[in-house]
């Protein structure tokens, strides 16, 4: 599996947001009220995903040389993951930040396509909501970045002797 790319999923963003934005301009008159309730999960689930992001790169980064004689002031140091685990983290990291692009696009499709109605009360919230949605999927996608980041294995002295054609697997 390799890592997700930036302009990959720019570029899902706005193709999504123009396939929105066409499909919104014949059918928005029949759609109910957009719901604020997707920003808090959102956001959320870009706060769960930075937290575990940054749990998962301090496991990761320590050092075994680290480990000194062992001190009865000092904490043990962190347990390492199970590579498993890791994997399954950096897929999550790697589906979340796919699906939250088509969630920006469509939602950011509503906001191109509501802005020129602002004049009138259910298209002008139902822009503010768009836009708010669009916002915390792109925090959403920068977490999951991040989480797909903390998994990578980070480059050890053996890396720099083996060149850039070696494997690491």
């Known amino acids: 599996m390799k890592p997700s790319r930036p ?5 899902v ?7 929105t934005w066409a499909v919104l301009r014949s059918a928005y008159l029949s759609l109910p009220p957009l719901p604020w309730t997707a920003v808090p999960t959102l956001l959320l689930l870009a706060l769960g995903e930075a937290f575990t992001g940054l749990n998962v790169l301090r496991r990761i980064r320590r050092r075994p040389s680290d480990r000194r004689a062992p001190d009865a002031s000092r904490k043990p140091g ?14 999550l990291g790697k589906a979340s930040a796919h699906s939250a692009a088509v969630i920006a696009g469509v939602f950011g499709g509503f906001a191109i396509s509501l802005a ?9 919230h139902d822009f503010f909501v768009s836009g708010g949605t669009f916002l915390a999927a792109v925090v959403l996608v920068a977490a ?5 980041y ?9 890396d720099e002797r083996h060149g850039h054609g070696a494997s690491r697997a």
């Open 78 to 91: 962190p347990k390492p993951l199970d590579p498993m685990a890791v994997a399954r983290l950096a897929a």
């Open 116 to 124: 020129g109605a602002l004049d009138k009360s259910t298209p002008r």
């Open 144 to 148: 999951a970045f991040f989480l797909e």
């Open 13 to 19: 963003v706005v193709v999504i947001a123009l396939i």
């Open 150 to 158: 903390a998994c990578r294995v980070p480059k050890g002295p053996d």
């Open 7 to 11: 302009l990959f999923l720019v570029a």
